[in-house]
């Protein structure tokens, strides 16, 4: 368990009161090129729900997406898997941009089942709920890389989902995607909470924070400034940084 330090940050960021969070993020420190971009950063990602991370730019939603899924080592602090290895080996990521395989789509689906170990015998049955999932059944013989953004990005969605993961990273999963293919994406969303996954989202839309977000946390400067309940934050945010941002202010 994360000590007591740790937990009245945790707190207002677990939308479900049944249970320890599944990661815990204790005083994270990167440097890079001697500044530091995360500054004793401490937070928690819920064992469900979707946690919203907002913040100026530069604040450091993605690197801290990126140290939660391993692809960057911290400078110091603790990142902690309560469930240990098994959570660790079960985080999924979608980028801004989608990073697809020069092939089909059905190709690009299948190729993630066979790496994520799915049996020779469940594979046919799992890629056609994935397609349908997606809604991209009419498009599975077409090559990945050709699609619409949308369409792209609902690809990289169902691809993440494959792995059957207990913690989805998203990192700005609808930027510069129309409303049509928005509403799309956060209906994956929705369905991957509904089959118990925790999501954490990085956006700048606070439209779009509203209609998602369980609890939110909002960085400034490589910190955690706020963490609340969703309709605590946008209703009455307490740090005077989330005022200022939900405001429509600048921050240095």
Not at 49 to 59: C, D, E, I, L, S
Not at 125 to 145: I, K, N, S, V, Y
Request: with cysteine; proline share 8%.
């Amino acid at each position: 368990m994360p000590d007591a330090a740790v937990m009245p940050i945790c707190d207002p960021c677990r939308p479900q009161p049944n249970g320890p969070p599944a990661i815990v993020l204790d005083d994270l420190v990167l440097e890079r090129g001697g500044k530091r971009l995360i500054d004793g950063l401490s937070m928690a990602v819920p064992a469900q729900g979707v946690t919203v991370v907002m913040g100026p730019n530069g604040a450091g939603k993605s690197l801290a997406l990126r140290l939660i899924a391993g692809l960057i080592a911290p400078s110091g602090g603790r990142l902690e898997f309560l469930a240990g290895d098994d959570t660790r080996r079960q985080i999924a990521f979608v980028f801004q941009k989608p990073v697809l395989l020069r092939r089909s789509v059905r190709a690009n689906l299948d190729h993630a089942l066979r790496t994520y170990g799915t049996p020779r015998r469940e594979r046919a049955d799992r890629l056609a709920e994935l397609l349908t999932l997606g809604q991209l059944t009419d498009l599975a013989e077409r090559p990945a890389r050709v699609l619409s953004g949308g369409e792209q990005q609902r690809v990289a969605m169902v691809r993440a989902l494959a792995a059957a993961p207990k913690v989805l990273l998203l990192d700005e999963p609808t930027a510069s995607l129309d409303p049509q293919a928005t509403a799309a994406i956060e209906a994956l969303i929705r369905r991957a909470v509904d089959d118990g996954v925790s999501v954490v989202l990085v956006t700048h839309q606070a439209g779009q924070a509203q209609r998602l977000a369980d609890g939110v946390c909002f960085l400034h400067q490589g910190r955690l400034r706020e963490a609340a309940p969703a309709a605590a934050f946008f209703r009455s945010p307490r740090s005077p940084e989330a005022r200022a941002y939900l405001a429509g202010e600048l921050l240095l």
